[in-house]
Structures are given as structure tokens and as C-alpha cells.
């Protein structure tokens, strides 16, 4: 019998990643192919599988009302942003006395993991791809996050983010430059 190959654990240990938190995200097509545009004079310019990613990204905002996304850009062969999973963001609006005296329990839904969420963008945005005919679309397995702990290290990325189509020559994500 063949031996398994140990998948490499890609989010950090002991860290749960449902928590509230500011998180960097980068997900990227399978083999880096440009799918999404292309950049035209320092401007990314989406096609309509970038459309795409657009409008899944802001589902998940209101798909999961406790996300909130504070930066976003498509590039040619990948996406970055900023998610914020805040749970306060479910408490509900002030109760009166007569809902108190009911002791009726408040159901909050599940905070999904910053995996699922992705998970759940990866897998609609390919789907809606899909409908439009093309098949052959896919994003490479996994993405990477970055856990943003200060306001230094969130103005860095988010600057990154605004900036990746002008420095995209530099790109690492670049397999054309």
C-alpha cells in the first residue's frame, strides 16, 4: 500500500481562527494563471471572471453579517484582502423587560473559521465561473493568511493591497514579469 504524503498544515497552531481578529488574505488561481484581468498601465483591469470576485467577496459581508471586509483588490492571478470576523457585530438590539421576563434564549448563528469563510468564497465564486462556461477555471488549493496583531502591521498591508497593481512588474505572484 502506497504511504500518504502528510499534508502541510498551513494556519498557525492553537490559534483559533474564529475569533474576532483583523486577517490578510491572499488566494491565488490554480498555477497562477491569469484568469481574473490584467494590469493595463499601473491599473488592474478585471475581466468578467474578476467581476466575479467582486461581487462573492461582498456576498460573504452579507452572507456572514459578523465579517467585515476592510480592504479588497483582484489581480491577474490571485486576490489579497483584509476580513474582520467581529462576533459582536451579532449582539442583539436592546431587549425590553417583557422579552427579559420570557427568558426566551437568543440563537446567535455559528462563527465559521477564517478557513471556512474562504472556503466559502472559493467555492461560489468557481461555481458562478462555472455557470458561465468555463470549466477549467480553478484556484489553487489552500490560501495564505496573515494574522494582523497592530496598527503598523494593518496600514503596511493595507497600503500593500492599493499598491499591488502598481508594483505588480515586481510581483511575486507575477509568472509573466
Not at 13 to 18: A, F, G, L, M, N
Not at 56 to 84: C, D, K, R
Not at 120 to 131: E, L
Not at 132 to 142: A, C, D, L
Amino acid at each position: 500500500m502506497p504511504v500518504k504524503k502528510q499534508r502541510k498544515i498551513n494556519r498557525l497552531p492553537h490559534v483559533d481562527y474564529s475569533k474576532n481578529g483583523l486577517y490578510f488574505i491572499t488566494i491565488c488561481t490554480q498555477k497562477r494563471v491569469h484568469f481574473l484581468g490584467g494590469i493595463y498601465k499601473d491599473i488592474m483591469c478585471v475581466n468578467r471572471l474578476g467581476s466575479v470576485m467582486y461581487k462573492q467577496w461582498e456576498w460573504l459581508t452579507t452572507q456572514y453579517a459578523y465579517i467585515i471586509s476592510h480592504a479588497f483588490i483582484v489581480m491577474p492571478n490571485h486576490v489579497h484582502g483584509i476580513i474582520e470576523i467581529n462576533s459582536e457585530l451579532l449582539c442583539p438590539s436592546v431587549r425590553t423587560g417583557h422579552d427579559l421576563s420570557l427568558h426566551i434564549p437568543m440563537k446567535y448563528p455559528k462563527i465559521k473559521s477564517l478557513s471556512e469563510i474562504i472556503g466559502a468564497f472559493k467555492t461560489t465564486s468557481s461555481k458562478n465561473i462555472h455557470k458561465q462556461g468555463i470549466h477549467y477555471f480553478s484556484w489553487q488549493r489552500s490560501f495564505h493568511d496573515r494574522i494582523i496583531r497592530d496598527t503598523l502591521e494593518y496600514n503596511n498591508i493595507y497600503k500593500y493591497i492599493y499598491m499591488n497593481p502598481i508594483l505588480w512588474d515586481r510581483d511575486r505572484n507575477n509568472i509573466l514579469g
